[in-house]
Structure formats: C-alpha cells, structure tokens
Nanobody
Framework: QVHLVESGGGLVQAGGSLRLSCAASGRTFSTLAMGWFRQAPGKEREFVASIAWSSGHAFFADSVKGRFTISRDKGENTMYLQMNSLKPEDTAVYYC????????????????WGQGTQVTVSS
C-alpha cells in the first residue's frame, strides 16, 4: 500500500503558475508509475499526466501538453506537477495516483490515490 498526500493547490489568475507536490510513503519500492488526474464539477475524472518512475518518461493529456510538466524525485519519493499558462478550464480537484502494476497510470488502473487538492484559476 502506497500512501499519497498532495499539496500546492490554490487560487491563481489565468496565465499564472502553480506547482503541485505528491509525497509518497509506505510500499514505495513497488511503484512503477505516478501521475495526476483532475475532476471538475459535473465532469468525470480525467487523466492529466503520468511519469514512469524508473525512466522518467512522461505522458500528457492533449489539453495540458506544452503547458504542464511532470517530474519526480526518486530519493524523496515525491512527484511534482508544474502547471504554467493556467486557464480557467484547468480548475478542478487534482489527484495524485501511483501504480505498482503499470508504467502508465490510468483512470481504470489499480492505483493508490491521494486525497486531492483544489486548483482554481480565475478569468
């Protein structure tokens, strides 16, 4: 079992930036991938970004490609999501996820989940 705690959410104006963090503890030795999902009011939870823990290969949803970057610090067991050029449509609760069965996290995957952190982008 991997325990995940997100931090770094908040309120920013359109065009601004935020850096989200996800700290992992517990059985982190088994982690193959970590990533981020988000859920806006009235919408389904959607994939944002994923990173293979070992190689660092990253994947992004088209909606955030070129604006967001994902990274991880293996020594600190921490993952980050750097969000730049934020848009009002980025407003959502952002969830951290970790997978021990796939090198890419997915909404239907066998993930551990964080509690979520609110990101609000004003227009």
């Amino acid at each position: 079992q991997v325990h995940l705690v997100e931090s770094g959410g908040g309120l920013v104006q359109a065009g601004g930036s935020l850096r989200l963090s996800c700290a992992a503890s517990g059985r982190t030795f088994s982690t193959l991938a970590m990533g981020w999902f988000r859920q806006a009011p009235g919408k389904e939870r959607e994939f944002v970004a994923s990173i293979a823990w070992s190689s660092g290969h990253a994947f992004f949803a088209d909606s955030v490609k070129g604006r967001f970057t994902i990274s991880r610090d293996k020594g600190e067991n921490t993952m980050y999501l750097q969000m730049n050029s934020l848009k009002p449509e980025d407003t959502a609760v952002y969830y951290c996820a970790a997978s021990s069965t796939s090198v890419v996290v997915s909404t239907s995957g066998n993930n551990s989940w964080g509690q979520g952190t609110q990101v609000t982008v004003s227009s």
